[in-house]
């Protein structure tokens, strides 16, 4: 067997290059792609924010419409006086003159109608007394409103001081 003579034909240089291009292309497409992707992120950010601050916005402004305008100056004025008349401080006075209870002794008063408060400061010689005092400031109510806030011996006397508040 005899070898033919064949004469192979250089392939065209688009055939090689043919690789390239395409990866080429691939890479350009694919960069311009992530860019414009990008690029609609930031677009979406800028958006969402505005959006957040336009909500913030609305929310401001219908929560001062809601607000009703300032009062005139002498309307919280009124408001005070109001609130101390509608405080009932006979009632209170009448309390204390009725609670009566041997060993138990009222050092002072402090009453604060704006706040719709009363305070004893009370001096006792036993608890049991200081307890039962407590009983009768709350007798005839629904609830107690006589409150024990504080209490504690004092100091070189076998008394007990205790203060008690009223609340409505």
Same mark, same amino acid.
């Given at each position: 067997?005899?070898?033919?003579?064949? !004469?192979?034909?250089?392939?065209?240089?688009? $055939?090689?290059?043919?690789?390239?291009?395409?990866? =080429?292309?691939? @890479? &350009? *497409? %694919?960069?311009?792609?992530?860019?414009?992707?990008?690029?609609?992120?930031? !677009?979406?950010?800028?958006?969402?924010?505005? $959006?957040?601050?336009?909500?913030?916005?609305?929310? =401001?402004?219908? @929560? &001062? *419409? %809601?607000?009703?305008?300032?009062?005139?100056?002498?309307?919280?004025?009124?408001?005070?006086?109001?609130?101390?008349?509608?405080?009932?401080?006979?009632?209170?006075?009448?309390?204390?003159?009725? @609670?009566?209870?041997?060993?138990?002794?009222?050092?002072?008063?402090?009453?604060?109608?704006?706040?719709?408060?009363?305070?004893?400061?009370?001096?006792?010689?036993?608890?049991?007394?200081?307890?039962?005092?407590?009983?009768?400031?709350?007798?005839?109510?629904?609830?107690?409103?006589?409150?024990?806030?504080?209490?504690?011996?004092?100091?070189?006397?076998?008394?007990?001081?205790?203060?008690?508040?009223?609340?409505?």
């Amino acid at each position: 067997m005899t070898p033919l003579a064949v !004469e192979f034909v250089e392939p065209s240089r688009w $055939r090689r290059w043919l690789p390239v291009v395409v990866l =080429a292309g691939g @890479a &350009a *497409a %694919a960069a311009v792609l992530t860019l414009d992707a990008l690029s609609k992120r930031d !677009e979406r950010m800028t958006l969402q924010a505005q $959006r957040s601050t336009w909500r913030d916005q609305q929310r =401001a402004m219908a @929560a &001062a *419409a %809601a607000m009703p305008a300032s009062a005139p100056p002498y309307a919280t004025q009124a408001w005070k006086i109001v609130k101390i008349q509608s405080f009932d401080i006979d009632a209170v006075l009448r309390m204390i003159e009725h @609670a009566r209870q041997p060993g138990v002794r009222v050092t002072s008063l402090e009453i604060d109608p704006e706040g719709e408060r009363a305070s004893l400061e009370l001096e006792a010689g036993a608890r049991v007394a200081m307890v039962a005092y407590l009983d009768d400031l709350n007798a005839g109510l629904e609830r107690p409103r006589w409150i024990l806030t504080r209490a504690q011996w004092a100091t070189g006397t076998a008394k007990l001081a205790a203060r008690v508040e009223y609340r409505p």
